[in-house]
């Protein structure tokens, strides 16, 4: 029998497609519960290792330090303000949303609800079952030639300016965190501020993340920027647009119309000023409400959360540094053969008497160069490998934990190094030590160089690395000692700096080395150091 690795909570009526994916690995127990009071799911959360859900259920701090199994919180959906993600990432928990699975379903809300503000479609087929007929009073506006100014050329952003293009509108965006390639993808004009936006939009809309920055992004002084006549969408996060603001311009007569599909507070108030604003079409937050997008997001979160559970996959949380351009899979030779620098430099100087790392400085080449976020986290994690006391030590935390204990970190790109090397360079005190490697795709990693001595050499289980007089014998002696004490050589390899000098061992072993045994190295004729590395991080 297959035994239990984890044990998954899915809530929040999560399509039974996503489910499957999960329940079909026979190392998952999955429980699939209604959506849980906040005090009941506090009590049960501590049983597992990775949640799924939607916006029901609030992930908080408390319940995140409740969790201490938890290793994934998988978001069937865009948004992840529900969720604490910094108390995530400095726990070491992974967040993963689903970002492409609903965009198809609010772009097309997005013309449904837009055409129906301005061809009086509600209006219109409220008066007919009232037996009415006022198609005199319901005159429209139609789409094409007007400006459609887009904040936020993301997913959905995209997919709104390809349809708007369909309809003959003029499309114009507004995003400081995309390249210009973006826009000549999509064929529509870069905006240089939201400004320039405002001044010419026949209709707004917003599409990004409610974050500080763009919480109010859309107030009283940017509505009455504004033409006359213009309308505001908001079927992102409520909060981008401010609700008082957007009714008072509603109410003044400023504004033709607003739509808006996400609020402050949801549900939606009854006595919300904006059910009263005239002209405004409102609804309940049904952006992703397709039976098609909350299949999407479903399976696109589970099979996340599937993947990180068991492959340790790191490439969809959002809260883990970036591979840059590069793939994962690729990247993990690379990844391996940094925290493993990382931990060799900082042994060495806690043999030194190095009691804290100052400063942890990356280089890498050119083909590692876009990855420099998550190899730095890399790097930290192998800095802080037995260090600290936390439950996850991963890429996810490892640079926060080490900025939290004054360390500085850097990274640079070197051409030094070739196109596939890393070196870790750390210091304290007054001490310094330099460990390079090289991780092409696709090959084990290995150690090029410790401190001035040239090396090559894989970085196995145990690592024991010996200074020593450039005399006959020592590697002899060592060799001996080793295999006395049970330990079993996988490489060996000396360098030296000169004939008679100081030389180095670097020393890859299979199993552990004891305190005994590097006691009885340090006892050996002309060894002048000894640094046992267990690496622990994979």
């Given at each position: 029998?297959?035994?239990?690795?984890?044990?998954?909570?899915?809530?929040?009526?999560?399509?039974?497609?996503?489910?499957?994916?999960?329940?079909?690995?026979?190392?998952?127990?999955?429980?699939?519960?209604?959506?849980?009071?906040?005090?009941?799911?506090?009590?049960?959360?501590?049983?597992?290792?990775?949640?799924?859900?939607?916006?029901?259920?609030?992930?908080?701090?408390?319940?995140?330090?409740?969790?201490?199994?938890?290793?994934?919180?998988?978001?069937?959906?865009?948004?992840?303000?529900?969720?604490?993600?910094?108390?995530?990432?400095?726990?070491?928990?992974?967040?993963?949303?689903?970002?492409?699975?609903?965009?198809?379903?609010?772009?097309?809300?997005?013309?449904?609800?837009?055409?129906?503000?301005?061809?009086?479609?509600?209006?219109?087929?409220?008066?007919?079952?009232?037996?009415?007929?006022?198609?005199?009073?319901?005159?429209?506006?139609?789409?094409?030639?007007?400006?459609?100014?887009?904040?936020?050329?993301?997913?959905?952003?995209?997919?709104?300016?390809?349809?708007?293009?369909?309809?003959?509108?003029d499309v114009a965006g507004y995003d400081p965190y995309v390249g210009d390639d973006r826009f000549?993808?999509?064929?529509?004009?870069?905006?240089?501020?939201?400004?320039?936006?405002?001044?010419?939009?026949?209709?707004?809309?917003?599409?990004?993340?409610?974050?500080?920055?763009?919480?109010?992004?859309?107030?009283?002084?940017?509505?009455?920027?504004?033409?006359?006549?213009?309308?505001?969408?908001?079927?992102?996060?409520?909060?981008?647009?401010?609700?008082?603001?957007?009714?008072?311009?509603?109410?003044?007569?400023?504004?033709?119309?607003?739509?808006?599909?996400?609020?402050?507070?949801?549900?939606?108030?009854?006595?919300?000023?904006?059910?009263?604003?005239?002209?405004?079409?409102?609804?309940?937050?049904?952006?992703?409400?397709?039976a098609e997008a909350q299949r999407n997001v479903a399976v696109d979160a589970c099979a996340a959360?599937?993947?990180?559970?068991?492959?340790?996959?790191?490439?969809?949380?959002?809260?883990?540094?970036?591979?840059?351009?590069?793939?994962?899979?690729?990247?993990?030779?690379?990844?391996?053969?940094?925290?493993?620098?990382?931990?060799?430099?900082?042994?060495?100087?806690?043999?030194?008497?190095?009691?804290?790392?100052?400063?942890?400085?990356?280089?890498?080449?050119?083909?590692?160069?876009?990855?420099?976020?998550?190899?730095?986290?890399?790097?930290?994690?192998?800095?802080?490998?037995?260090?600290?006391?936390?439950?996850?030590?991963?890429?996810?935390?490892?640079?926060?934990?080490?900025?939290?204990?004054?360390?500085?970190?850097?990274?640079?790109?070197?051409?030094?190094?070739?196109?596939?090397?890393?070196?870790?360079?750390?210091?304290?005190?007054?001490?310094?030590?330099?460990?390079?490697?090289?991780?092409?795709?696709?090959?084990?990693?290995?150690?090029?160089?410790?401190?001035?001595?040239?090396?090559?050499?894989?970085?196995?289980?145990?690592?024991?690395?010996?200074?020593?007089?450039?005399?006959?014998?020592?590697?002899?002696?060592?060799?001996?000692?080793?295999?006395?004490?049970?330990?079993?050589?996988?490489?060996?390899?000396?360098?030296?700096?000169?004939?008679?000098?100081?030389?180095?061992?670097?020393?890859?072993?299979?199993?552990?080395?004891?305190?005994?045994?590097?006691?009885?190295?340090?006892?050996?004729?002309?060894?002048?150091?000894?640094?046992?590395?267990?690496?622990?991080?994979?």
């Amino acid at each position: 029998m297959t035994p239990v690795s984890f044990r998954i909570l899915v809530t929040d009526d999560i399509d039974p497609d996503g489910v499957a994916l999960l329940a079909a690995e026979p190392s998952f127990i999955v429980d699939v519960v209604p959506t849980l009071p906040p005090a009941e799911l506090l009590g049960r959360i501590g049983e597992y290792g990775a949640f799924v859900g939607r916006s029901a259920t609030r992930i908080t701090e408390p319940l995140l330090k409740r969790a201490g199994k938890l290793r994934v919180v998988g978001r069937a959906g865009v948004g992840v303000d529900n969720i604490a993600i910094d108390a995530a990432t400095a726990l070491g928990i992974a967040v993963i949303n689903a970002p492409a699975g609903n965009t198809v379903a609010v772009a097309e809300l997005f013309f449904g609800t837009v055409i129906g503000l301005l061809r009086h479609l509600p209006r219109a087929a409220t008066s007919m079952h009232a037996g009415k007929w006022d198609r005199s009073q319901l005159l429209g506006t139609e789409l094409k030639g007007k400006t459609l100014v887009i904040v936020g050329v993301g997913r959905i952003g995209g997919e709104i300016a390809t349809r708007a293009l369909a309809f003959g509108m003029d499309v114009a965006g507004y995003d400081p965190y995309v390249g210009d390639d973006r826009f000549r993808a999509l064929k529509i004009r870069r905006l240089t501020t939201l400004e320039e936006g405002l001044d010419e939009a026949d209709i707004i809309t917003v599409h990004t993340p409610l974050t500080e920055e763009t919480e109010g992004m859309i107030g009283r002084r940017e509505l009455s920027r504004l033409k006359n006549g213009a309308v505001a969408v908001n079927m992102a996060r409520g909060g981008i647009i401010e609700e008082a603001a957007l009714v008072q311009a509603l109410e003044s007569g400023k504004l033709r119309g607003a739509i808006v599909d996400a609020f402050d507070k949801e549900p939606l108030a009854s006595d919300s000023p904006l059910r009263t604003a005239p002209n405004t079409l409102l609804t309940p937050h049904i952006g992703a409400s397709s039976a098609e997008a909350q299949r999407n997001v479903a399976v696109d979160a589970c099979a996340a959360v599937r993947d990180a559970l068991l492959h340790n996959e790191p490439s969809r949380p959002i809260n883990v540094a970036g591979a840059g351009d590069g793939d994962w899979k690729a990247l993990q030779s690379a990844l391996l053969v940094t925290r493993r620098a990382a931990s060799v430099a900082r042994a060495i100087l806690a043999d030194r008497g190095v009691r804290a790392v100052q400063r942890l400085s990356l280089r890498c080449g050119s083909e590692l160069a876009g990855a420099s976020p998550a190899l730095l986290a890399s790097a930290a994690a192998g800095v802080l490998d037995g260090v600290v006391d936390v439950e996850r030590l991963n890429l996810i935390n490892a640079r926060s934990l080490a900025e939290g204990r004054g360390m500085e970190l850097s990274s640079s790109e070197t051409s030094s190094l070739g196109p596939f090397g890393v070196q870790v360079s750390l210091s304290g005190g007054m001490q310094e030590i330099a460990v390079a490697g090289v991780a092409p795709e696709g090959s084990v990693g290995r150690l090029t160089r410790i401190g001035g001595f040239h090396v090559d050499v894989a970085p196995r289980e145990t690592l024991v690395i010996l200074t020593n007089h450039d005399v006959p014998g020592v590697i002899g002696r060592v060799g001996t000692l080793l295999g006395d004490a049970g330990v079993n050589i996988a490489e060996y390899h000396q360098a030296r700096l000169a004939q008679g000098g100081e030389a180095l061992a670097a020393i890859s072993v299979d199993g552990g080395v004891g305190a005994g045994v590097r006691e009885a190295l340090l006892k050996l004729p002309d060894i002048t150091s000894a640094t046992v590395v267990h690496f622990r991080g994979a």
